[in-house]
């Protein structure tokens, strides 16, 4: 049996089709975890599943879902249960998206959308996983929820945005609270700049403009975050709980 800081765990990973979210998932392969790559681009999910490696454990799966949609987060964690006979011990919500406009030209429709994938698709993914913890009896349990740093600061185009992902920061501390007496421990990932599709669609001039103003003088790649995720779900962050970690560069 191999070694690695999570090994053994089960892992639900969703966004796990791109950028940050697959990066967690080879990084908890790596370190030892059965990983669920779930995403609601189900065939890049089943992509993330062929890049995991590990030369101990390979029972890694992927599975679509939807996060905005409790239907489809229920079958999600049901098709976990069923295939690994018990629900996840560690849950990493990484599906996020983007819609930008200044606030005077946003659409209500698109303000409506972010909150529903990244704040509310949050609260349901977390929500139904931990309900099937507590009735699996697991004991020890790590949730960890990408915020953003813009949930700080705020960021012209971008007031749908900062408030899901102010809104992730609280419903994390929340969590904490409430989950602790289970052994569950929640805490957010903050990141600046992270080089991924998300920030891909931000034009580089707008990329430029930004880099001067972070300490390190360069966007994040999607590991650095992951890294930081895999302690967080590790047992080598036990007394970690409801914290925001920035992952930013300075
Ligand atoms: P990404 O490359 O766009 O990956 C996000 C993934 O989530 C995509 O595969 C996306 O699928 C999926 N997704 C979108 N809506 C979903 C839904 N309703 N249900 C399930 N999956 C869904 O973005 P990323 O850069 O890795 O970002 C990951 C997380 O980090 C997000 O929460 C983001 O807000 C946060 N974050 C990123 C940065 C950054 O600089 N990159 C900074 C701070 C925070 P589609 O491609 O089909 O939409």
Same mark, same amino acid.
């Given at each position: 049996?191999?070694?690695?800081?999570? /090994?053994?765990?089960?892992? $639900?990973?969703?966004?796990?089709?791109?950028?940050?979210?697959?990066?967690?998932?080879?990084?908890?392969?790596?370190?030892?975890?059965?990983v669920?790559? *779930?995403?609601? @681009?189900?065939?890049?999910?089943?992509?993330?599943?062929?890049?995991?490696?590990? &030369?101990?454990?390979?029972?890694h799966?992927?599975? !679509?879902?939807?996060?905005?949609?409790?239907?489809?987060?229920?079958?999600?964690?049901?098709?976990?249960?069923?295939? #690994?006979?018990?629900?996840?011990?560690?849950?990493? @919500?990484? /599906?996020?998206?983007?819609?930008?406009?200044?606030?005077?030209? +946003?659409? %209500?429709?698109w303000f409506?959308?972010?909150?529903?994938?990244?704040?509310?698709?949050?609260?349901?993914?977390?929500?139904? *996983?931990?309900?099937?913890?507590?009735?699996?009896?697991?004991?020890?349990?790590?949730?960890? @929820?990408? /915020?953003?740093?813009?949930?700080?600061?705020?960021n012209?185009?971008?007031?749908? #945005?900062?408030?899901?992902?102010?809104?992730?920061?609280?419903?994390?501390? !929340? /969590?904490?609270? %409430?989950?602790?007496?289970?052994?569950?421990?929640? @805490?957010? &990932? &903050?990141?600046?700049?992270?080089?991924?599709? +998300?920030?891909?669609?931000?034009?580089?001039?707008?990329?430029?403009?930004?880099?001067p $103003?972070?300490? &390190?003088?360069? +966007?994040?790649?999607?590991? %650095?975050?992951?890294?930081?995720?895999?302690?967080? *779900?590790?047992?080598?962050?036990? #007394?970690?709980?409801? *914290?925001?970690?920035?992952? !930013?560069?300075?």
């Amino acid at each position: 049996m191999g070694g690695g800081i999570v /090994a053994g765990k089960i892992a $639900f990973v969703t966004g796990a089709g791109s950028g940050i979210g697959r990066a967690v998932c080879q990084v908890l392969a790596r370190e030892g975890a059965k990983v669920i790559a *779930a995403d609601q @681009n189900g065939i890049a999910a089943q992509e993330t599943q062929g890049l995991l490696s590990n &030369v101990w454990i390979n029972d890694h799966i992927s599975v !679509t879902v939807d996060v905005s949609m409790a239907e489809s987060v229920n079958m999600a964690i049901s098709d976990v249960i069923k295939h #690994y006979s018990r629900p996840p011990s560690v849950v990493v @919500n990484s /599906a996020g998206i983007t819609r930008d406009n200044f606030l005077l030209k +946003m659409d %209500e429709k698109w303000f409506q959308k972010v909150i529903d994938v990244n704040l509310k698709g949050t609260f349901l993914v977390v929500q139904t *996983a931990v309900k099937a913890m507590i009735d699996a009896k697991i004991s020890e349990g790590s949730i960890i @929820n990408i /915020a953003s740093i813009v949930g700080k600061t705020g960021n012209i185009g971008q007031c749908n #945005y900062s408030a899901s992902k102010a809104g992730v920061e609280a419903f994390t501390k !929340t /969590a904490a609270k %409430e989950f602790g007496q289970f052994g569950i421990r929640c @805490n957010a &990932v &903050v990141p600046g700049f992270i080089r991924s599709p +998300m920030t891909d669609a931000v034009p580089e001039k707008v990329l430029q403009k930004i880099i001067p $103003f972070i300490a &390190v003088r360069r +966007m994040g790649k999607p590991e %650095e975050v992951a890294e930081v995720i895999a302690f967080l *779900a590790s047992d080598r962050s036990s #007394y970690i709980n409801g *914290a925001s970690i920035e992952v !930013t560069g300075g």
